[in-house]
């Protein structure tokens, strides 16, 4: 049994002894970086006296006691992104929005090789979208909508073949929409509105995705005329 101190800013919030397995400290080690003692009675039911996270508020995990999915939605967090989370080798789902989290996507999200859905959306993220995320075979959706995020979409998305949502508008990023996204044939949702950032032409190669059924690209900087790229 481990002593487990949890302290924040505003000083020490619980001193106890804890049962709860290695995935459970490090949520509660990311609990007490919230820089809000309000935004932690959200999470009441976080108790280090558990064996394990499985029964905590806007937690999940498969049938062998591993979290699952993660999903925390309108609590403002005030803290950074969770790289506690980033050794949780079964989770498929992580949901964080309207949240108010800052700092960077780290690159060692391309650790989470079980993940199917990353959602971080209407948060205060900044940084660019790391080229990690290409190493995300499992991944079919994306969602980065209205962050501070900047530089270019990866090309290392092309990696991402089961791809099905792309959801990236109203950021700051620039450069070409990459080549690379015709290799994401199972795409169906493309929007990257809102970068004026963004130049050039569309790309060919998204003619490749022959699941497309919606692509958002108002208020861009591209110049002159659209092509017709895209294929009945």
Known sequence: MVKLVLQQTSGIVAVFFNNVN???LSLLSW???FNSSHSTTFFASWNAT????????????????????INITSIHLFTTFPTQFLSFNFLTTLVLSYGSLTGEIPSS?????????LDLNYNALTGRIPPEIGKLSQLQLLSLISNSLQDGIPTEIGNCSKFQRLLLFDNHLCGRIPLEIGQV??????????????????PMQISQCKELVFLGLQRLG????FHMVLES
């Open 22 to 24: 290695q995935e459970g």
């Open 31 to 33: 609990l007490s970086t």
């Open 50 to 69: 558990h064996n394990n996270p499985c029964k905590w508020d806007y937690i999940k995990c498969n049938s062998n006691g591993f979290v699952s999915e």
């Open 109 to 117: 999200i391309g650790n989470l090789s079980s993940l199917v859905s």
């Open 185 to 202: 044939r199972a795409l169906e949702i493309f929007r990257a509105d809102g970068n004026m950032g963004i130049h050039g032409e569309i």
């Open 222 to 225: 591209f110049q002159g005329r």
